[in-house]
Nanobody, 122 residues
Framework: QVQLVESGGGLVQPGGSLRLSCAAS????????MNWYRQAPGKQRDLVAT???????NYADSVKGRFTISSDNAKNAMYLQMNSLKPEDTAVYYC????????????????WGQGTQVTVSS
């Protein structure tokens, strides 16, 4: 089965930058969207950014203007460029791919990365 492998997390100072990567181990056809989520300890997992199969993007208000999501469909890969990082950005970040297909019971299948830790601290 296809797996999503994340990389790029780490420790940065406030105001710093990180670039997260997520690559599928195999081809995924019929992608509806690619997304980045994050979850801090004791908190709900929140959607950070999304990019649709048509290339449109959307961001949570908390990261708008600082984060940029992108994808390389030929490589089944997605990225999150994070600039001007703040301590409140500290969380485990998860990539997600939504595959749309009438073959699935609910019309879609979700793939998830293992998560990568981002810590913003001085």
């Amino acid at each position: 089965q296809v797996q999503l492998v994340e990389s790029g997390g780490g420790l940065v100072q406030p105001g710093g930058s990180l670039r997260l990567s997520c690559a599928a181990s195999g081809s995924i056809f019929g992608i509806g969207s690619m997304n980045w989520y994050r979850q801090a300890p004791g908190k709900q997992r929140d959607l950070v950014a999304t990019i649709t199969s048509g290339g449109s993007t959307n961001y949570a208000d908390s990261v708008k203007g600082r984060f940029t999501i992108s994808s390389d469909n030929a490589k089944n890969a997605m990225y999150l460029q994070m600039n001007s990082l703040k301590p409140e950005d500290t969380a485990v970040y998860y990539c997600n791919i939504v595959q749309r297909s009438p073959a699935y019971f609910n019309g879609e299948k979700n793939y998830w990365g293992q998560g990568t830790q981002v810590t913003v601290s001085s």
